[in-house]
T-cell receptor, first 111, second 114 residues
Framework: GQQVMQIPQYQHVQEGEDFTTYCNSS?????IQWYKQRPGGHPVFLIQ?????EVKKQKRLTFQFGEAKKNSSLHITATQTTDVGTYFC???????????FGAGTQVVVTP | NAGVTQTPKFQVLKTGQSMTLQCAQD?????MSWYRQDPGMGLRLIHY???????DQGEVPNGYNVSRSTTEDFPLRLLSAAPSQTSVYFC?????????????FGPGTRLLVL
């Protein structure tokens, strides 16, 4: 079945540094979504990517969907303490099919 | 709008007991789903629904039942609770229209099965 793998599982970042988290699927995806979950909270939608090679930016966050639509990345520049949380990618093979989440990247930021 | 609401927030059950986790949304979303979240495993899809009267199984459906009699409500039933069902449960809803596929999550229900 479809597998969505996310690396790294844990990321310790100094404030002001950049980092990237990666998401890889064993199958071609129809679309990929990214979510952020603060400690003790619920996942909050960040963005959806649909097109091959698509790149979208939200302030300091850059999201990319691979050409083969099997991988994606989230790059955060100049990390701030507000970036603390767990970032999840989620994808499905068909529109409105079963959405599968990666295990998440837990981000800890030190001042 | 209240968005997605879930009740209860916390629940302790004994093995073998049954219960229903409630989920409601007031955004007129067609698509609703239930996930469970366990440490280090992300969110796993239990059941989902693309509209009233339509449900389908997700990745981990065993031990759970759902029904969707209205657009607003999507309850999750635990038939006979087991310790392996100790988890945090999230309900989510979204539109099915293009460009409006954001999933809105409820605050979650923390379930402990003894």
């Amino acid at each position: 079945g479809q597998q969505v793998m996310q690396i790294p599982q844990y990321q310790h970042v100094q404030e002001g540094e950049d980092f990237t988290t990666y998401c890889n699927s064993s199958t071609t995806l129809s679309n990929i979504q990214w979510y952020k979950q603060r400690p003790g909270g619920h996942p909050v939608f960040l963005i959806q990517l649909v097109k091959s090679g698509e790149v979208k930016k939200q302030k300091r966050l850059t999201f990319q969907f691979g050409e083969a639509k099997k991988n994606s990345s989230l790059h955060i520049t100049a990390t701030q303490t507000t970036d603390v949380g767990t970032y999840f990618c989620a994808g499905s093979r068909v529109r409105w099919g079963k959405l599968q989440f990666g295990a998440g990247t837990q981000v800890v930021v030190t001042p | 709008n209240a968005g997605v609401t879930q009740t209860p927030k916390f629940q302790v059950l004994k093995t073998g007991q049954s219960m229903t986790l409630q989920c409601a949304q007031d955004m007129n979303h067609e698509y609703m789903s239930w996930y469970r979240q366990d440490p280090g495993m992300g969110l796993r899809l239990i059941h989902y629904s693309v509209g009233a009267g339509i449900t389908d199984q997700g990745e981990v459906p065993n031990g759970y039942n759902v029904s969707r009699s209205t657009t607003e409500d999507f309850p999750l039933r635990l038939l006979s609770a087991a310790p392996s069902q100790t988890s945090v449960y999230f309900c989510a809803s979204s539109y099915t229209g293009q460009g409006k596929e954001t999933q809105y999550f409820g605050p979650g229900t923390r379930l402990l099965v003894l």
